[in-house]
């Protein structure tokens, strides 16, 4: 019988719009159709898939650039297909929004190369094509080859790309709020006026990295703003998603310091002025199930048996901005100063075998060729559900944001064997709650809540204050 106290588990599919995503190899396995990526039927079916699993949404990463810190050079990434080729993720959601009515959509851009006006429009399209299920995973970028390739010699420092996040969501926060009112579209037949010019009203930014003085090119969509996703977990990547994450992920090789982290998030999210609650925490998790144990492992060694160590070298070289390849294999890690993603260096570089010592750069290549930077949980459903419900309560974490070893294959595995083991313990939801994206997650209406940091630049906001 299932507990009706039990806290309920959240579930995202992460993918990306490249070959094996996470997991460097896996793309030559008989069961993936990761190769499909650049054909529209994978997107809709994977959409149709994870609505009938009721996941919350499915989180597609993106990079502007190749993980060219391997060896120098792009070649072992081109050679292993480590997340190049890539496609553009936006586009693939209005096709996905067409066959599902649930289905939330996290994409990711990044605020380092593109000018936030015609920004604003894009998503404002989605959500309104998608009646409001539109997330945006903002990241500030990490590889030195998307700088390079967009005329500067490298990107910013660590910090100071986050500074100009700031502005940036500055930025679109007035023009997502604070331009159009409510009522702006009139569309008066009789009088052939169909938006009323009072108002609708010009933002009048002046900032240090962006002047945009005039309007916001759509009328308001269903939750003006979209749900804000941000996946930094360094001391700035907290206090940028403290002041404007609505769900935040984080990855973490063990408990403690996944208990840790979100602690962390919960703590700055308080200090913001905001509900330690405010903000979905989704931690990264690969799983691997079947109907037994036994059958889980089994499926697990043959998974490892097409990974690439390369490949994964490849990917966290470009994560931890620190070329893997100048190493031995069997060399401690030690400390890393990272320019790159902060808490990805961090996290290798205090992560330690079963005798207590640093892991080596062998280590690494072994523990994140199946599911990146993220645990394995391998298992049959009822060992995996139990092993989630058990990290929710050790951690506080709201849910998981699964890769895949193979797609769609990882998982059709969850919804057939895990699903099932979490809602006999009441610990998944049955049906969706109707509403947007921002309402399904936080049960508080469509628009962003007003101690929210965006809620400032209202329309009339200001003005009050």
Known sequence: MSDPKQRQIRFNAFDMNCVAHQSSGLWRHPRDRSRHYNQLSYWTDLAQLLERGRFDGIFIADVLGTYDVYGGTNEAALRTGSQVPVNDPILLVSAMAAVTEHLGFGITAGTAYEHPYPFARRISTLDHLTKGRIGWNVVTGYLPSAARNMGQTDQLSHDDRYDVADEYLEVLYKLWE??????????????????????????????????????????????????????????????????NAEAVFVGAPTVPQLAATVAKIRDALEAAGRDRYAAKVYTLLTVITDETDEAAQAKYRDYLSYASAEGALVLNSGWMGVDLSQYDLDEPLGNIESNAIQSAAANLSAATGEDGSNWTVRDIAEHTAIGGLGPVAVGSGATIAQQLIDIQEQTDVDGFNLAYAVTPGTWEDVIEFVVPELRARGAYPEEYVEGSLRHKLHGRGDRLPDEHRGAQYRVGARATA
Do not use: M, N
């Open 178 to 243: 604070g331009s159009w009112e409510d009522d702006a579209v009139v569309e008066d037949r009789e009088t052939g006026v169909f938006t009323d010019p009072a108002k609708v009203h010009p933002i009048e930014h002046h900032g240090q990295h962006f002047d945009v003085p005039g309007i916001h090119l759509s009328e308001p969509s269903v939750q003006r703003s979209p749900v804000v996703y941000q996946a930094g977990a360094s001391p700035r990547g907290i206090r940028f998603a403290a002041e």
